[in-house]
């Protein structure tokens, strides 16, 4: 009876244990598919070559058709994922040091319409 007690006390450490682990594994704000970054609702990011290191350039009527892939107040680095402040004060989310966007007239999951725009400045964001 003891060692049913021990075992049962043991099993409720360890499940208590991985689960205290993935509540605090920080997640990726994005993830690949087909070979190219693509947001929470899996629409493709776009990276700018006007970007300063660290620092978007795009902002105000730019971001409006390159919507930023905006991050968390709270959010912080996982990884190769930085967090970038943007002119207005919020924050967006970056990888590799380059911040990365959306492009407003993607309408669904795959499209790469924005890659080559603007003097091909826009490209779809690789991992």
Request: charged share 15%; glycine share 10%; hydrophobic share 40%.
């Given at each position: 009876?003891?060692?049913?007690?021990?075992?049962?006390?043991?099993?409720?450490?360890?499940?208590?244990?991985?689960?205290?682990?993935?509540?605090?594994m920080?997640?990726?704000?994005?993830?690949?598919?087909?070979?190219?970054?693509?947001?929470?609702?899996?629409?493709?990011?776009?990276?700018?070559?006007k970007?300063?290191?660290?620092?978007?350039?795009?902002?105000?009527?730019?971001?409006?058709?390159?919507?930023?892939?905006?991050?968390?107040?709270?959010?912080?680095?996982?990884g190769?994922?930085?967090?970038?402040m943007?002119?207005?004060?919020?924050?967006?989310?970056?990888?590799?040091?380059?911040?990365?966007?959306?492009?407003?007239?993607?309408?669904?999951?795959?499209?790469?319409?924005?890659?080559?725009?603007?003097?091909?400045?826009?490209?779809?964001?690789?991992?």
């Amino acid at each position: 009876m003891l060692r049913i007690a021990s075992l049962t006390i043991l099993s409720a450490a360890l499940l208590a244990g991985c689960a205290t682990g993935t509540a605090t594994m920080a997640k990726s704000p994005a993830t690949t598919m087909n070979g190219m970054l693509v947001g929470p609702t899996q629409m493709t990011l776009y990276v700018f070559d006007k970007d300063a290191a660290g620092k978007s350039m795009c902002n105000g009527g730019c971001a409006s058709n390159w919507p930023p892939l905006m991050a968390p107040a709270n959010a912080a680095p996982i990884g190769d994922w930085s967090v970038v402040m943007r002119d207005d004060g919020s924050k967006q989310w970056a990888y590799k040091g380059r911040p990365l966007y959306h492009w407003a007239k993607d309408t669904k999951p795959g499209d790469m319409t924005g890659d080559g725009l603007l003097n091909n400045s826009w490209h779809v964001a690789k991992p």
